[in-house]
């Protein structure tokens, strides 16, 4: 297949060395980047979408640039013109995700995106295969290997958030702007898209409840050693009848549990379905060959024919059976005094309650440096 490569950073660059290996699956005749002095003497490389686009005989079109523009407009360019499209780029596919499929349709081709959740894990590929026999009740998991990077970095080796974060950005998992990692909001894009292809229903990222990690402290950290809990940041999902719960969250996990014990910049994620069960998936969650390695495979798997039409319906996003104990460190405990179990300086652990009535003490605290995570029962 002819392709066109929209990106040569972290992954670009990987899916480019790696496509270049095996020409067998294609060839890769030009690459739009925005700064061209950064890219060496490649003659296909080029700064000008016009020349990518001018391809002839172009079947490919592969984003991994990141960001919602101008990679939408490029996308649907590609979609419009009947080329296929495989893309790593989930803030993008998460925001028009339903125009896209049904512009594929329309125009005979397809748009595939292993790369966008999970990393190298084949997460899409399997949440998908699974409902050749079963339907998809519920899933869970680490879905951002930058913040298991930092949590990992803090909880085993005491070190500091920002140092940590730093790392994260030097080894090429963290986001060109580490906020949409840090925040929670990378994990949301994922959980959205594992719940369009586990279960066929696409929410508006908006609407998951979604905290993160940025005002973790040491002390959070140390607190829940001391109680033989690992924290992780856990992206989840299940399928009711009329509704889907979906959340993004700190959580305290038991050490004994699986998923305590995923480190670095790995990814675990579960799925539940019908005849299945439970099965559990690992792997390298961001990074440069690991995610280039996602993209070649959606590649190839056009290149073999595989077809694959994913339908969405609506359904409301409803939390109201996410009922627990919540860690809550804020300048503020004041507020939990009638639903705490224990208040201890700024620590405060909330008797049981549902997750909505948490938001009220939430709200009511209005402090912008408060952390939280559920405790898991
Ligand atoms: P990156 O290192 O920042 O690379 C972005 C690339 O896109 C660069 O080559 C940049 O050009 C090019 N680019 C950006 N805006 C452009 C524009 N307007 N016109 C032309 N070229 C433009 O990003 P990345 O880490 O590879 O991530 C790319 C995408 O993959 C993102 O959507 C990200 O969420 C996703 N992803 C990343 C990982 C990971 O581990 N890094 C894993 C899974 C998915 P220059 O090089 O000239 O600046
Ligand atoms: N920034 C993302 C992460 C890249 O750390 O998980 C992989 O999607």
Redesign the pocket.
Known sequence: MKSVL???????KGVLEIMDAHPEYGRIAKV????LK??GDDPRMT?DPEAVFGTENLELVIE????LE?AHTYVKRALEAGCHVVT????MLAAYYEELQDLAEKNGCLIRYE??VG?GIPWIHELIRLQRIDEVTAFRGIIN?TTNYILSGMTDNNTSFEEALSGAQEA??A??DPTDDIDGYDARFKVALSAAAGFGVLPAAEEIPCYGIRHISAGDIVWAKEKGRTIKLIGSGKLYDDHVELSVLPVMLKNSSLLAGVASNLNGLSAVSTTLGTSFYIGQG??RYP?AHAVVQDIIGIGEGERVTEHCYSMPVDNSALIGCWYVRTVHPEVFHDAAEIIDGETVVTREMPFHALQELLAQCNDPDLFLALIEA
């Open positions: 929209l990106g040569c950073g972290t992954v670009g739009l980047v925005r700064n950064k890219h700064d991994c640039m990141g960001g101008p790593s780029n989930k803030k790369a966008c990393g290997g090429g998992y986001e060109a961001a990074g995610t």
